[in-house]
């Protein structure tokens, strides 16, 4: 990290911000050892706190499965650091070299799985690149009768050609595909099942989006409704749940089927 200092980086080791994998702090006297990986969580001056924790629904010498709540990122990223669910699990649970073996928006809640082994983490990576995880989500959007129930949608979506943080359907062979169908309703809103066949960014929110159904509480789709640097509405999450993950475990060869705890509220109105 040539752009940084020796003395920034002393600075760091003196506040005891360096550690290593056993999660000990090192020290500029620490001896040198080769292959060492070395870990350094850098400071924001000012990160929103996220006021909700999220459960650990499981946990072996393998896995941690977490159940993560809507507004918590899964990792660091932009105005974020300490306020995610990688280094709140690392540090409650005292597992450093824990790392996400997928992602869900930082909008999205429900489960995220965890791999404690880093020697591991290709194979349970390969579940999810070669498409073998059952997953399944929930969300609340606007009830409709323009579509035959179940839907298939199958699109093309890439990055956004102005927005690089949000996603849109082009023209082109098809890229993405979930099947959608209601399985309740409560006035103009409807509860539905989503089942995503592949994992593009964005994709369920979008496909929503495109059958005229945005799903409710989202900033992003059909339009951005909030500055990056505005205060977050904790009242209004993205109605948005990833609800159950089902695969069998490549390490263990053990069926696994995880559920999320929690449920989408229905809107007020």
Do not use: C
């Not at 003395?7 to 290593?20: F, H, P, Q, S, T």
Request: no cysteine; glycine share 6%; hydrophobic share 35%.
């Amino acid at each position: 990290m040539p752009k940084v200092g020796r003395l920034v980086w002393e600075r760091r080791l003196a506040r005891g911000e360096v550690l290593d994998e056993a999660g000990q702090v090192l020290t500029p006297l620490t001896p040198f050892r080769s292959g060492t990986r070395v870990y350094y969580y850098r400071a924001l001056d000012s990160e929103p706190v996220v006021p909700f924790e999220a459960k650990v629904l499981y946990q072996d010498t393998h896995l941690v499965v977490a159940d993560k709540p809507h507004f918590l990122p899964v990792t660091p990223g932009g105005r974020y650091l300490q306020q995610t669910l990688l280094l709140r699990l690392q540090q409650s649970l005292g597992l450093p070299q824990l790392a996400p073996l997928h992602r869900i928006d930082r909008e999205t809640a429900g489960l995220v799985l965890l791999a404690i082994n880093p020697a591991e983490r290709g194979a349970y990576h390969a579940l999810f690149s070669g498409h073998t995880v059952q997953k399944t989500y929930e969300a609340i959007a606007p009830a409709s009768e323009t579509w035959t129930w179940p839907h298939i949608r199958r699109s093309r979506i890439v990055e956004h050609p102005t927005d690089f943080f949000r996603m849109n359907e082009v023209a082109g062979e098809s890229n993405s595909e979930t099947r959608i169908e209601p399985v309740a309703q409560h006035g103009r809103w409807a509860h539905y099942r989503l089942t995503p066949i592949t994992g593009k960014r964005h994709q369920l929110r979008v496909h929503m989006n495109a059958l005229g159904l945005p799903i409710v509480g989202d900033q992003l789709y059909p339009t951005v409704r909030r500055g990056a640097e505005e205060e977050e509405d904790f009242s209004e999450p993205l109605r948005l749940l990833a609800q159950s993950l089902e695969f069998i475990d490549p390490v263990t060869g053990a069926p696994r089927h995880f559920l999320s705890t929690q449920t989408l509220e229905w809107p007020s109105d």
